[in-house]
């Protein structure tokens, strides 16, 4: 874990150049639970059709100046396109034991074919304050994603495990959170995710309940 956040953290700084601060500013003992957030959101993928998200996310507070640790737990799930009904259909006709035997697959022996993603994911933020009090930030992220495809006609078949995938993926970020009271933050963020199998713009919006904290280094500090 700690060489993933590590990780985390280089993504992030890297395309901001030279900056003021090296790794050595950055200490996981600073890391302390600070609040939780839950959000709703909707994603455009690839594959499947536009659908809502679930989200649970945690404030780990600061490792650095001006860099949040921020772990979340996604869930969404959606019908695959009919387009993609007919690429898996054609793929699956071109298999050699389905092609010694003559049998041709069409879209429609596959009936209604549902995608769905379990992502845990452990982003970074690079948080600085405006003149409207309001935070901001941008981020970058890694995860896992458990792809679990299902339906009725492909339940227990070879087709049904070609569509299960447990994948690594990334993520980029950006956001603004606003703070009416001191243990309580509205957010709202634009992501793009990518995935080996797929990969989705979308937005969310959410609120936090926060601890009571002396104040994070580097909340500001941007």
Do not use: C
């Not at 640790?69 to 034991?97: F, G, K």
């Amino acid at each position: 874990m700690r060489r993933v956040m590590m990780v985390v953290v280089v993504m992030l700084l890297a395309p901001a150049g030279a900056g003021a601060q090296g790794l050595a500013d950055y200490d996981y003992e600073n890391l302390t639970f600070r609040g939780i957030g839950f959000d709703i959101g909707y994603i455009w993928p690839t594959k499947v059709e536009s659908a809502p998200t679930y989200s649970v996310r945690l404030d780990l507070g600061f490792l650095g100046p001006a860099v949040r640790i921020s772990p979340s737990l996604t869930y969404w799930r959606s019908d695959m396109e009919s387009q993609e009904l007919d690429r898996l259909a054609e793929r699956l006709s071109n298999l050699p034991p389905l092609v010694d035997r003559g049998v041709v697959i069409e879209a429609a022996d596959l009936g209604r074919v549902e995608w769905s993603d379990v992502a845990l994911q452990l982003d970074a933020h690079f948080v600085w304050t405006t003149p409207f009090d309001a935070y901001t930030y941008v981020g970058a992220g890694v995860g896992v994603h458990a792809m679990n495809g299902r339906g009725e006609a492909i339940e227990n078949t070879f087709i049904e495990d070609l569509l299960d995938s447990t994948t690594a993926g990334m993520a980029i970020m950006a956001g603004v959170e606003l703070e009416p009271t001191a243990r309580f933050r509205i957010y709202g963020e634009a992501r793009y995710t990518l995935v080996s199998d797929v990969r989705y713009p979308g937005l969310r919006v959410g609120g936090a309940l926060m601890l009571p904290s002396r104040g994070a280094p580097g909340e500001g500090g941007g």
